[in-house]
């Protein structure tokens, strides 16, 4: 059974910066590829950025391309999410959702089988 844990969101100012993370257990958490996806309210489940299983191979979503960072600690196993220069648009509950195994890097949620529960980022403007 696969757990993911979402973790570090809070309210902060516009241009302030946040660091998530998702702690995965239960299974080959390395194996996977991980993403984080963000919802805000009345808008539809939205891709932010995605990482493969070594974490050589990343992508983003082009709203927050050169802003965010995705990275993975396989040894704890932890995926992080460190967003800069946030503003009011970022405004959202980021899920972290774990993928298929190899090199591919779906961007579409139906791709992931297993989320976590969320956390609120607040950005004031």
């Known amino acids: 059974q696969v757990q993911l844990v979402e973790s570090g969101g809070g309210l902060v100012q516009a241009g302030d910066s946040l660091r998530l993370s998702c702690a995965g257990s239960?299974?080959?958490?390395?194996?996977?590829?991980v993403a984080w996806f963000r919802q805000a309210p009345g808008k539809e489940r939205e891709f932010v950025a995605v990482?493969?299983?070594?974490?050589?191979?990343?992508n983003y979503a082009g709203s927050v391309k050169g802003r965010f960072t995705i990275s993975r600690d396989n040894a704890k196993p932890t995926v992080y999410l460190q967003m800069n220069m946030l503003n009011s648009e970022d405004t959202a509950v980021y899920y972290c959702a774990l993928g298929p195994s190899g090199k591919e890097l779906p961007i579409s949620a139906r791709r992931y089988n297993y989320w976590g529960q969320g956390t609120q980022v607040t950005v004031s403007s």
């Open positions: 990482i493969n299983g070594n974490g050589d191979i990343t």
């Open positions: 239960g299974r080959s958490f390395s194996t996977y590829t």
